[in-house]
């Protein structure tokens, strides 16, 4: 992974963080604002062909072909997260990529969508920001096939992503059994780091952060199909963080989360960057969106409990699994995904949606 990526850009050194006043997963509108307005919009969806759509908080929509194939559809952009515009290409293509792949999903085509500063940044950004998504596309041996740009005063990038699934194959959230274990296969922690760099770190401090965010989550192209057809539900980890998505994987699944801090894979740099106190808006509304329906040892330390809400730009997936193969899928997964961790497992649905412990 680190040989692979062509970390520096091209194009003269831009801070492209400091243009913005967001950044990535962590710019989201709150979940619970966007529930409510969704919720008063009553989306009606008729056609039958319609296997996942927006009412169960999927990663994406899935809609049937034929009894063979269905078409998964989503779309994902943010402002810059990082400084160097190659690679904040890169992640944000790898981002919209994601949930395809959370959906047990192949990418095939990708839209960019566009919004860009003519008057202050120069073109050769945004050359270096479409390589990086291109590169990223190549690698998910997918293409760009078009998109739509816009003169914007912020800085906007992103894709939507047209993927392919079998039917009956396809992972959705809200199939997680009691009993699974739930391994989520990449560290957390990019949303304080990210926040750090706007406030004085620089790339190179989050350099783990910047290539976990660049790490494809192709789990089928190592998988085999064997294993993976025990994998009963999924999700990516982005805005919401850890707690949020597990939250509405719960829900959906109507069943409760185990989760042990302790085990939950941390990425270098993230407790002190959280202990400086880099945090961004969606550390307390992703706090407030999973509280009424979590319970958290009150022990736990407060820089873990920031951790676990964190807001994920890029994240792993987090993957409800049989608990008899969690551990050959993590021997696979391993070699690819160093930091992949059984981080809890499912039970009965009780009194909360989730429960953490140390
Ligand atoms: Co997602
Ligand atoms: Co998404």
Redesign the pocket.
Known sequence: MKQKLKIYSDSKKVHLTQTVQKGGCAAKIPAATLREVLHSLNIVNVDPNILVKNSSFD?AAVYKINDELASIQTIDFFTPIVDTPYIYGRIAAVNAL??VY?MGGLPKTALAVLAFPLKTLDMSIMLDILKGAQDALAEAKSSLVGGHSIDDDTTKFGLAVTGHVHPKQMWTNSNALEGDHLILTKAIGTGTLTAGLKRGLCEDDIMDGLLSMCQLNNILDYLPKDLALHINAA??V?GFGLLGHSMQMAQASGVSFNLKAADVPILPGAKSSLEQGFLTRAHKTNREYVKPFAQIDETLMPWNEQLLVDPQTSGGLLLSVKPKYSKAMLDVLSTNFTQAQVVGHVTKKDAKDLYVTC
Do not use: Q
């Open positions: 990663d994601s949930d959370a999700t990516d982005t």
